[in-house]
């Protein structure tokens, strides 16, 4: 193993929570920390101003000056992206999934604001309706109606004020392409193959960034690979690990 004292914190999704992670299985692997962000899982989410660097403070203060192998998949890798920014110290290995190194366009915010003023008015239960079609691949909503369940459980579940929290954050996070372009840590890549959120180009642009990044897309899912195809993100990352 690469890094056999080095935990791996892996974090969640948009807008779901720690369960998106409960079928990968590298525990054995690894030490693997799976915290549920502010606001999400029922954590509380406090007073601070939307930024996704107070999430990745959350971060820093449960590693407690541990070094680490930083990841997460969505909203997850730029949260990752932040403690990159705001405490590169810590950061032994980024694990991206399903991100990308830009800031949100000007119609990409607009849209999320509409999402967030919405959740704040109505709370999250048009969210899921909203959000499932782009976050799940065709072959999942075809041929995996447990995942999509599973996914609709996690999303209805979020309070709506988190939710719009979290949006306005992601909305207000910086272009992070010259950050990754100089981070010497090696660095796994995940797609997949079904994604229409972050298309094959935007994820190639990603690993061009970083001189040690390996990327893997995997057949069949889409925005979400640890849900729709857990056994093969399981292997890819234990596959990096080694």
């Known amino acids: 193993m690469r890094f056999p004292d080095t935990p791996l914190v892996l974090l969640h999704a948009f807008p779901l929570d720690h369960r998106m992670w409960d079928e990968v299985g590298v525990a054995e692997h690894v030490e693997l920390l799976t915290p549920d962000q502010r606001g999400f899982g029922g954590t509380p989410l406090g007073t601070d101003a939307p930024d996704l660097d107070t999430v990745a403070a959350d971060v820093v203060e449960l590693l407690d000056?541990?070094?680490?192998?930083?990841?997460?998949?969505?909203m997850g890798s730029y949260v990752a992206m932040s403690v990159l920014r705001t405490a590169p110290e810590l950061v032994a290995g980024l694990v991206l999934v399903s991100g990308r190194a830009t800031a949100d366009t000007e119609a990409g915010r607009a849209n999320r604001e509409t999402m967030a003023a919405r959740a704040e008015q109505e709370g999250a239960g048009f969210v899921a309706d909203a959000m499932l079609p782009a976050l799940l691949g065709a072959e999942t909503h075809e041929r995996r109606p447990d995942v999509?369940?599973?996914?609709r459980t996690l999303v209805s579940e979020q309070d709506g004020a988190t939710i719009a929290w979290a949006q306005r954050a992601m909305g207000a996070r910086p272009d992070s392409s010259d950050l990754l372009r100089g981070a010497d840590v090696?660095?796994?890549?995940?797609?997949?193959?079904?994604d229409t959120l972050i298309p094959a180009e935007e994820a190639d642009a990603l690993a061009a960034l970083m001189p040690k990044a390996e990327v893997v897309t995997l057949a069949g899912a889409g925005h979400l690979p640890p849900m729709e195809a857990p056994e093969e993100f399981t292997g890819a990352v234990a596959r990096w690990l080694e």
């Not at 000056?65 to 969505?74: E, N």
């Not at 999509?148 to 996914?151: E, S």
């Not at 090696?186 to 079904?194: A, D, K, M, S, Y």
């Open 65 to 74: 000056g541990r070094r680490a192998l930083v990841g997460g998949c969505s």
């Open 186 to 194: 090696p660095t796994l890549i995940v797609r997949g193959e079904q």
């Open 148 to 151: 999509v369940a599973a996914v």
